[in-house]
Structure formats: structure tokens, C-alpha cells
């Protein structure tokens, strides 16, 4: 069983930082990719930002700049620093981990996904 608990929404306004983080737990022996979705009403789910053990990471067009991804691996964490935020950004925000828990179990993982809300 693994379970990814996310933290940090909220409402700020146009121009502001948010911190989103991600914490995996539960049976895991590895994480390879992690990364932030996000879907806003009407929209499909998006790929916000990607980041791989090594610490590789890639960015949608539209945060490039704005957000940085990074990784605790010895804490399982995922965090998302969002600055110079813009009302377009308002969404739910989810985390994501394709996580080994052993004997070649390897599936994606969801967590529950935090409102991040940007007024104008």
C-alpha cells in the first residue's frame, strides 16, 4: 500500500508564491519519476513539472521560469515552488510517482490533489 499526501494550496493572489509538497509512504523500495498535474474546471489534466531520481527535471512551456520542481529523495518528497503566480494557474493540483515497491511492482500513483487558487 502507498499513499502520497499533498500539502501547500491555497488561495494567493496574482503575482504571489505558493509551495505545494508531495510526501510518498507506505511500501516503497524506489521512486523513479515524480511530478505535479494540475486540471482546472473544463480542462484536461495537464503535466505541470517532471523531475527523475537523478534529479533531471522538465517544465510545461507556460511555467518555465515561474516553477521549480525538486526532490527529497531519503524523505520521499516532492516539492513545487510557484512563484510569479497568474489567475490562469488556478487548478487542482496533483502529485504523481512511479514507485517500485518490489519484486518488480512498479505502478503510477496518485495523490488526492490541492486547490491552488490565483485572484486577479
Known amino acids: 500500500q502507498v499513499q502520497l499526501v499533498e500539502s501547500g494550496g491555497g488561495l494567493v493572489q496574482a503575482g504571489g508564491s505558493l509551495r505545494l509538497s508531495c510526501a510518498a509512504s507506505?511500501?516503497?523500495?524506489?521512486?523513479?519519476?515524480m511530478g505535479w498535474y494540475r486540471q482546472a474546471p473544463g480542462k484536461q489534466r495537464e503535466l505541470v513539472a517532471g523531475?527523475?531520481?537523478?534529479?533531471?527535471?522538465n517544465y510545461a512551456d507556460s511555467v518555465k521560469g515561474r516553477f521549480t520542481i525538486s526532490r527529497d529523495n531519503a524523505k520521499n518528497t516532492v516539492y513545487l515552488l510557484m512563484n510569479s503566480l497568474k489567475p490562469e494557474d488556478t487548478a487542482v493540483y496533483y502529485c504523481?510517482?512511479?514507485?517500485?515497491?518490489?519484486?518488480?511492482?512498479?505502478?503510477?500513483?496518485w495523490g488526492q490533489g490541492t486547490q491552488v487558487t490565483v485572484s486577479s
Open positions: 504523481n510517482a512511479n514507485i517500485n515497491s518490489g519484486g518488480y511492482y512498479i505502478r503510477d500513483y
Open positions: 507506505g511500501s516503497i523500495f524506489s521512486i523513479n519519476v
Open positions: 523531475i527523475i531520481s537523478r534529479g533531471s527535471t
